[in-house]
């Protein structure tokens, strides 16, 4: 049982270079979250969709774009990375929404911009 | 402005001992409230989730408590072990905020021989 993956685990990317992180879930969950984790920081939301078919955006969207591929996949895309993006990302799962239901993490993607 | 404040930032205790972590909120008005466990280099694990109705809510050697009047919780935690030592995570769910939650920073346990 994997729950959520994402992949890749760490990234370096050089400023304006663009890249792509991937999340999967294999619960069969309608919605899936896209956070940051930042030191000193809570965890902030970036972008969510809350169904296959949509997407919002969080506390943080600037700088990415996200995609629900289907209803297990949803990927998050930074077109011009900037320094300020140096952080470690989150991927999360919930079977519906977040009132009640529990939300499942991934295990992290460690992303350096220099 | 919705906060979740933890304390102690960070905490050292022997194993076998007992330790209560803070988690005052302003979240307001809130649907739950949740501890997660995130060990280093791993993502959030959760622990308990708590609506605003429910007092105290126990998983394994975890009791969280809820005073939604003080808007206080607290994490206990019973007999630590070595396998503990984590950032533990306090976390409120805004109602009607379109999945909108907010973390506190965490408390930083370190469980020592």
């Known amino acids: 049982n994997a729950g959520v993956t994402q992949t890749p685990k760490f990234q370096v990317l050089k400023t304006g270079q663009s890249m792509t992180l991937q999340c999967a879930q294999d619960m069969n969950h309608n919605s899936m979250y896209w956070y940051r984790q930042d030191p000193g920081m809570g965890l902030r939301l970036i972008y969510y969709s809350a169904s296959e078919g949509t997407t919002d955006k969080g506390e943080v969207p600037n700088g990415y774009n996200v995609s629900r591929l289907n209803k297990r996949e949803f990927s998050l895309r930074l077109e011009s990375a900037a320094p300020s993006q140096t952080s470690v990302y989150f991927c999360?799962?919930?079977?519906?929404?977040?009132?009640?239901?529990?939300?499942?993490f991934g295990e992290g993607s460690w992303l350096t911009v220099v | 402005k919705n906060q979740v404040e933890q304390s102690p930032q960070s905490l050292i205790i022997l194993e076998g001992k007992n330790c209560t972590l803070q988690c005052n909120y302003t979240v307001s008005p809130f649907s739950n409230l949740r501890w997660y466990k995130q060990d280093t280099g791993r993502g959030p694990v959760s622990l308990t989730i708590?609506?605003?109705?429910?007092n105290t809510k126990s998983n394994g050697r975890y009791t969280a408590t809820l005073d939604a009047d003080t808007k206080q919780s607290s994490l206990h935690i019973t007999a630590s072990q070595l396998s503990d030592s984590a950032s533990y995570i306090c976390v409120v769910t805004l109602t009607g905020g379109g999945n909108k939650l907010t973390f506190g920073t965490g408390t930083q346990l370190k469980v020592e021989l």
């Open positions: 708590m609506t605003f109705s429910e």
């Open positions: 999360a799962s919930s079977l519906a929404g977040v009132s009640g239901n529990t939300i499942y």
